[in-house]
Structures are given as structure tokens and as C-alpha cells.
Nanobody, 115 residues
Framework: QVQLVESGGGLVQPGGSLTLSCEAS????????ASWYRQAPGKQRELVAS???????VYADSVKGRFTISRDNVEERAHLRMSSLKPDDTAVYYC?????????WGQGTQVTVSS
């Protein structure tokens, strides 16, 4: 019933920009903390950015200053705006919502940074 649908992934050149979106359904989105995680081949999943229900954001050091996380509680969507992309940003990016004992994940969207 609960569903998170991610979009916006694709192939982009180094230095380029890309924006990911996560659309939630069947949840009270405004109460959830939203996060973006990523997992590169052969590596563990890592937290990229989080935004609380109150709008406070945190970022991984590797993306700080380049990525921006945002949320729209009316449209029930979370976004990740990525700029100055590097090959090391290549990964599958996942959307996550958390509230109390509830924890939901999207299917992931591939981001490939390559020339």
C-alpha cells in the first residue's frame, strides 16, 4: 500500500547537474523524516542527505555544498538537487521515509556520472 516512487536518474557528464524526485503515497508524508541514500557497486549504502519533518537538513561531507535536499509537504515529494557531479557520485540512489517505528524505501534510481 505504501509506495515511494523515485525518478530523475540517468547519465550525466562530470560537472553536470541532475535532480532526483521521490513521490510518496499512502503515508502522512509531512510527519516523516526524508532521506536520500546511495550505494555504489562493491560499496556499502551510505547516507547522502536528510531533511526532518521540521525542515532541518544534514549532508554527507562528500556532497556538502553540491547537493540540496528539499521537501514539498503539499505534493508529498522529496527532492535531491545535485550539481558539480563527479564520477564518484555514480550509484543507485534510494529514497527513505522514517517516522517512529515505520521505515519505507523506494526502488532506487541509477545515477551515472561519466564522460
Amino acid at each position: 500500500q505504501v509506495q515511494l516512487v523515485e525518478s530523475g536518474g540517468g547519465l550525466v557528464q562530470p560537472g553536470g547537474s541532475l535532480t532526483l524526485s521521490c513521490e510518496a503515497s499512502a503515508v502522512m508524508f509531512k510527519f516523516y523524516d526524508a532521506s536520500w541514500y546511495r550505494q555504489a557497486p562493491g560499496k556499502q549504502r551510505e547516507l547522502v542527505a536528510s531533511i526532518t519533518s521540521g525542515g532541518n537538513s544534514v549532508y554527507a561531507d562528500s556532497v556538502k555544498g553540491r547537493f540540496t535536499i528539499s521537501r514539498d509537504n503539499v505534493e508529498e515529494r522529496a527532492h535531491l538537487r545535485m550539481s558539480s557531479l563527479k564520477p564518484d557520485d555514480t550509484a543507485v540512489y534510494y529514497c527513505n521515509l522514517k517516522w517512529r517505528g515505520f521505515d519505507y524505501w523506494g526502488q532506487g534510481t541509477q545515477v551515472t556520472v561519466s564522460s
